[in-house]
């Protein structure tokens, strides 16, 4: 059975959705691999090294033949049409809202995953693309800060004097924003940090970071059993706001990474915020992509509001595509591993299993995922 690994298509996208490693663990699952050329190229993955690992260089059209793609986004209607029915399309499919577009993959045939889906589940762990993606994102974002940032961000004591080290308020406390703090911490800033999750108290605190935020009865029972948060009320947003509203005016750097499954991110910097800081302060909207955490925040680019950048990049896992490819070509077969039979090594999909049934989109021509409009469940 034949794996295609696509070249992306969108100018934004540098990732890849292959690495040396991953092709020589799809040979070893009995694959033949081809590599779409120069597929990796801005993921420093030379077709030289994928055919080393024992792949084969093909062209877009050779994804016809294909069992299996691996893309990192969702294909468009032009790829689909280059895929056979009956193929298996594994990506960051970006469902929400876009239910025509899993119609198409349906209509032609495609059985597709959305790896954002995988459930955060311990089996999962090394699938988890949320997780390995969100990771770079929140170390990004503090690169991206200190970037725009005209300052240094660790206190500095030199014989000319001293350098204060900077401020920086990490908003959400993810995968992303954990990351962030703990790359922020290694800068020598002095960081603070925020999450509606009473759980990432501690982690923020492990981390040697401030935790601010509005601890009340509805802040103790505002996480889900899935670990994400839930929509606050409007009385809470409001009582969080104040707070923050104090707390942001005295900050150098403000990352933001909140978001919430499935639902516009949450407004947590307002224009008045901004207007509150000093000037050549710096705002990350890592949540830009999804509405965005930041009023005036504009997607894939740096705008300015009052003297302070307000920094919208998009894909930011992106921006450091080498090692994001790395960790999500890993993801791929990792999940890819649990459809082929040990035994015959060939493709076996079980569709009651746990992981296929979270993620699948559309099998036998039709919309399977409930929450998507599937029903056959
Ligand atoms: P996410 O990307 O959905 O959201 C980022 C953060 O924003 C979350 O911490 C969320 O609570 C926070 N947030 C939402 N609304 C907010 C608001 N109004 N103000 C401030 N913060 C707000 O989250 P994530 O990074 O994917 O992580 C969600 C949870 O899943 C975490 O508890 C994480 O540790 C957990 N997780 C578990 C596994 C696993 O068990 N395998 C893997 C990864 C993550």
Do not use: C, W
């Amino acid at each position: 059975e034949i794996v295609f690994i696509a070249k992306e298509s969108d100018p934004n996208e540098g990732r890849v959705a292959g690495s040396v490693e991953s092709v020589k663990k799809l040979k070893s699952l009995g694959f033949d691999v081809v590599v779409e050329a120069g597929a990796g190229l801005r993921s420093r993955m030379l077709d030289a090294e994928y055919e080393k690992a024992g792949a084969r260089i093909g062209t877009a059209a050779h994804a016809k033949g294909a069992d299996v793609i691996l893309k990192v986004r969702r294909p468009t209607e032009a790829e689909i049409a280059g895929y056979k029915s009956g193929a298996i399309v594994i990506a960051i499919m970006d469902p929400y809202g876009n239910e025509e577009a899993i119609a198409a993959m349906a209509g032609a045939g495609l059985t597709a995953f959305a790896m954002e889906l995988m459930p955060r589940i311990t089996r999962a762990q090394s699938m988890d693309v949320l997780s390995s993606q969100a990771n770079l994102a929140g170390y990004q974002a503090v690169i991206d800060a200190a970037h725009e940032y005209d300052r240094a961000l660790p206190m500095m004591m030199t014989a000319a004097g001293t350098v204060p080290a900077a401020k920086v308020f990490v908003m959400g406390a993810g995968v992303a924003g954990l990351q962030a703090i703990a790359t922020a911490r290694r800068l020598g800033a002095m960081v603070s940090a925020t999450d509606v999750r009473p759980a990432a108290k501690e982690q923020v605190a492990s981390l040697g970071a401030k935790f601010i935020a509005v601890e009340d009865e509805e802040f103790k029972a505002a996480e889900t059993a899935g670990g994400y948060a839930k929509e606050m009320s409007r009385d809470y947003q409001a009582k969080q706001a104040a707070l923050v509203a104090e707390h942001i005016a005295k900050q150098d750097i403000v990352i933001t990474t909140a978001l919430i499954p499935g639902r516009p991110a949450p407004r947590l910097v307002t224009h008045e915020m901004l207007h509150s800081m000093k000037p050549g302060s710096v705002v990350v909207d890592l949540a830009v992509e999804r509405g965005g955490n930041v009023e005036g925040a504009e997607a894939g680019k740096v705008t300015e509001v009052g003297g302070v950048k307000v920094v919208g990049h998009l894909n930011v896992p992106g921006r450091i595509a080498a090692s994001a490819s790395l960790l999500y070509a890993k993801n791929l077969v990792t999940f890819l591993e649990t459809m082929v039979s040990k035994e015959t090594k060939t493709l076996k999909l079980d569709m009651e299993d746990e992981l296929v049934k979270a993620t699948a989109l559309t099998h036998g021509g039709a919309v399977v995922h409930p929450a998507f409009g599937g029903a056959n469940r």
